[in-house]
C-alpha cells in the first residue's frame, strides 16, 4: 500500500535551529496531513495541505508540497525543546473524488531540541 | 471535553486469552478507526468505521475484530492474541471520515501478549 516515508529519521538541533523534515509518497494523493506525537502518546493534527497548494503556514510551521516531486516538507521555525516529539505525515489514494477513511502514514521523523 | 477514550493503557496477557480493548469518542463523529504502532513500520490501520453497524478492513485486519454498535464506541477484539500482536494501539475518530478531516486520536493502549 502507499506510504509516506519521512526523511530525516532522525533529528537533533538546539533550540531556537530551524527543524526541516521531509514527506515522500508513491502516488498521486489529494491532500498530505502532518501529525505530531509525543513519546508513547496519541498523535495530535498539526496542519493540511491541498494537492493544490505549495504551501501553507500555521504559527511556526510551514509545509510545503511538491507534487510533481510527490513529496512534502515541514519546517519549524524557532524551535523550542518542547517541539522534541515524532513527527509524521499520512497521505491517501486520489481515487477521483473525495477519499474516505484510509489515511497512511509514514514511519515519522524523531526531533530532539536540546535546550 | 472533546476526547478519545481508550481502556486499558496497558495490558499484558497472554497467548489465546481473548481481550477488548475499548474506544469511545464524545464528538459525535461519525468516522472511527483503530491503529496499530510498531517500531520501524509507523501506524498501520487495522479497521475503520464510517457509522454505525458498518465497519471494513484497513491494513492489517488479521487476528482483530471491531463492531460498532453505537456512534460513540468502537471496541476492539483480539479473540486469540498471539505475540505478534504485541504493539501500541490507537483508536481515532472524526467528523466524516474524509481524508481532509482532521483524526482525533485516543492516548494508546500497550498491549503485550506473552
Known amino acids: 500500500s502507499q506510504q509516506g516515508e519521512e526523511d530525516p529519521q532522525a533529528l537533533s538541533i538546539q533550540e531556537g535551529e530551524n527543524a526541516t523534515m521531509n514527506c515522500s509518497y508513491k502516488?498521486?494523493?489529494?491532500?498530505l496531513q502532518w501529525y505530531r506525537q509525543n513519546s508513547g502518546r496519541g498523535l495530535v493534527h498539526l496542519i493540511l495541505i491541498r494537492s493544490n497548494e505549495r504551501e501553507k503556514h500555521s504559527g511556526r510551521l510551514r509545509v510545503t508540497l511538491d507534487t510533481s516531486k510527490k513529496s512534502s516538507s515541514l519546517l519549524i521555525t524557532a524551535s523550542r525543546a518542547a517541539d522534541t516529539a515524532s513527527y509524521f505525515c499520512a497521505t491517501e489514494y486520489n481515487a477521483g473524488g473525495t477519499s474516505y477513511g484510509k489515511l497512511t502514514f509514514g514511519q515519522g521523523t524523531i526531533l530532539t531540541v536540546h535546550p | 471535553e472533546a476526547q478519545v477514550t481508550q481502556n486499558p493503557r496497558y495490558l499484558i496477557t497472554v497467548t489465546g486469552k481473548k481481550l477488548t480493548v475499548t474506544c469511545s469518542q464524545n464528538?459525535?463523529?461519525?468516522?472511527m478507526s483503530w491503529y496499530r504502532q510498531d517500531p520501524g513500520l509507523g501506524l498501520r490501520q487495522i479497521y475503520y468505521?464510517?457509522?454505525?453497524?458498518?465497519?471494513d478492513k484497513g491494513d492489517v485486519p488479521e487476528g482483530y475484530k471491531v463492531s460498532r454498535k453505537e456512534k460513540r464506541n468502537f471496541p476492539l477484539i483480539l479473540e486469540s492474541p498471539s505475540p505478534n500482536q504485541t504493539s501500541l494501539y490507537f483508536c481515532?475518530?472524526?467528523?466524516?471520515?474524509?481524508?481532509?478531516?482532521?483524526?482525533?486520536f485516543g492516548p494508546g493502549t500497550r498491549l503485550t501478549v506473552l
Open positions: 481515532a475518530s472524526s467528523y466524516w471520515g474524509r481524508t481532509t478531516d482532521t483524526q482525533y
Open positions: 468505521s464510517m457509522n454505525v453497524e458498518v465497519t
Open positions: 502516488t498521486s494523493i489529494n491532500n
Open positions: 464528538m459525535n463523529h461519525e468516522y
